[in-house]
């Protein structure tokens, strides 16, 4: 069982890289093995969900080499896929599952989907109800609401939906069926969220018109491969940004950090806090910017989040809460429920973790409210079993009397391999 623990530290001080985004790195092995010819990804994340969609996609008969940090697709174009001969295990990752849940629906055989006892529990009828209305068959528990599921793949036609909630996942997963049906697809959501899906297909070539919260796609493109390097990830990023605004002094450099507008929620509401950070040298790859950013300690005081910023930092909530934890007054995240069902229930592992430092967090059904305090206690963390909450508990170590274990710390191979080792290269003892 792999243990971090974390010593109350002086200051954080030096320069730091993140390893690549997740989010943008799923989908260009995705976008590449549907492409005809080659996709080269430098940069690529090599944690273990991004591992997970290079096995399904390897399982489809895509070949996908890797070479020093370098990944190689060989896609076969479309209609290239083969019917996989086992279960294609998705893990831990959301991402993976719900993707591939559209890009399946559209193929012309029949596949099943699982993932770990996390992935088991997480809502997967939301992309189900329109996958199924676009032509595809599911079965599975409680009437396909859950993994694993059984796809039988079908000729898909293009539908006009309004999602119920703001999920890149499920926005995406009708977007790539919506790339194996006839017509125009178009997905309309109650408030954008992040585009990394739009972005990259319209770099391999699709037709995708995008006007306020409606994306649309024109069914039966010619993808083709591509070169691309992927942005650092900002939510990998958020625990040194977080880390370096608590602890007095500090002064941190995060090189190339992916700055998407539809992703960067966390420095508006940090700079909202009074952190003081400095974006610079911004450039742009491929239609995704990015940036360094240099954050250096200071006092911050509570805020309220809510509503349309929330899609634009969900996954940086955990951290955030920390950072809240050690702000002057309250801070108050509201219409978070989306929380619930994560890598695990995030608001309630926030409770029960942060008070063990001594932290006030009182939760409701889909907001919470963590008033800051000068000091904090070290405590023994549990992840539960979640990357994000594990980082989360290691950077509140950082400014918590004594000592701060965090249990079952293996979940941070989810996202970030090497974080404590970079977040141990910064602690000035
Ligand atoms: C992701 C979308 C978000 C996010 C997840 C990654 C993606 O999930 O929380 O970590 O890559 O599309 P939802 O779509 O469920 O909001």
């Known amino acids: 069982m792999k243990k971090i623990v974390v010593n109350q530290c002086k200051r954080l001080e030096g320069v730091v890289s993140v ?5 943008i790195s799923h989908r260009a092995v995705m976008l590449g093995a549907l492409a005809r010819g080659q996709t080269v990804i430098h940069n690529f994340l090599m944690a273990e969900d991004c591992i997970s969609t290079i096995a399904c996609f390897r399982a489809l008969g895509v070949k996908i080499e890797q070479n020093d940090g370098v990944i190689t697709v060989r896609g076969n174009g479309l209609h290239g896929l083969q019917e996989p001969q ?3 295990d998705c893990g831990n990752s959301g991402t993976t599952a719900r993707l591939m849940l559209g890009i399946l629906a559209g193929q012309p055989f029949f596949s099943v989907l699982t993932g770990d006892s996390s992935l088991r529990t997480r809502p997967m009828e939301r992309v189900v109800k329109p996958l199924t209305q676009m032509g595809a068959n599911f079965s599975g528990r409680q009437n396909a609401k859950l993994l694993p599921l059984a796809v039988q793949g079908k000729e898909l036609k293009g539908i006009h939906y309004q999602t119920p909630v703001a999920s890149a996942q499920l926005k995406s997963a009708i977007l790539l069926a919506g790339l194996f049906a006839q017509g125009v697809t178009v997905v309309e959501e109650p408030a954008p969220s992040r585009d ?3 972005r990259m297909l319209r770099h391999f070539g699709a037709e995708i018109k ?3 919260r409606r994306v649309s796609v024109k069914g039966r493109p010619d993808l083709t491969g591509q070169q691309l390097i992927v942005p650092g990830d900002i939510s990998s990023a958020a625990f040194f940004m977080v880390a370096a605004a ?9 090189r190339g950090v992916g700055l998407n507008p539809t992703r960067d929620g966390i420095v508006e509401v940090l700079q909202n806090m009074g952190a003081d950070i400095t974006v610079f040298n911004v450039s742009d790859q491929w239609g995704e910017p990015m940036a360094d950013l240099r954050v250096r300690g200071s006092v911050l005081k509570g805020v309220e989040i809510g509503g349309d910023i929330i899609p634009r930092l969900i996954d940086e909530i955990p951290v955030l809460a920390v950072a809240a934890a050690v702000a002057r007054g309250k801070t108050v995240f509201r219409d978070v429920g989306e929380l619930r069902v994560k ?3 995030r608001i309630a592992a926030l409770g029960a973790e942060l008070s063990k430092f001594g932290v006030n967090i009182t939760e409701r059904h889909d907001s919470f409210t963590v008033t800051g305090s000068t000091s904090l206690t070290g405590a023994v963390c549990d992840s539960h079993g979640d990357h994000r909450i594990a980082m989360a508990m290691a950077v509140a170590g950082l400014v918590a009397e004594g000592q701060t274990v965090i249990e079952h710390a293996h979940s941070v191979n989810i996202s970030f391999p090497q974080f404590e080792h970079a977040l141990k290269s910064l602690i000035v003892e």
């Not at 390893?19 to 989010?23: E, T, V």
């Not at 608590?246 to 995060?254: A, C, K, R, T």
């Open 210 to 212: 995008v006007d306020k």
């Open 246 to 254: 608590i602890v007095p002094q500090s002064d941190v450099i995060i």
């Open 86 to 88: 086992d279960v294609l």
């Open 19 to 23: 390893p690549g985004d997740k989010s």
């Open 343 to 345: 890598e695990t229930d």
């Open 196 to 198: 990394h899906t739009e």
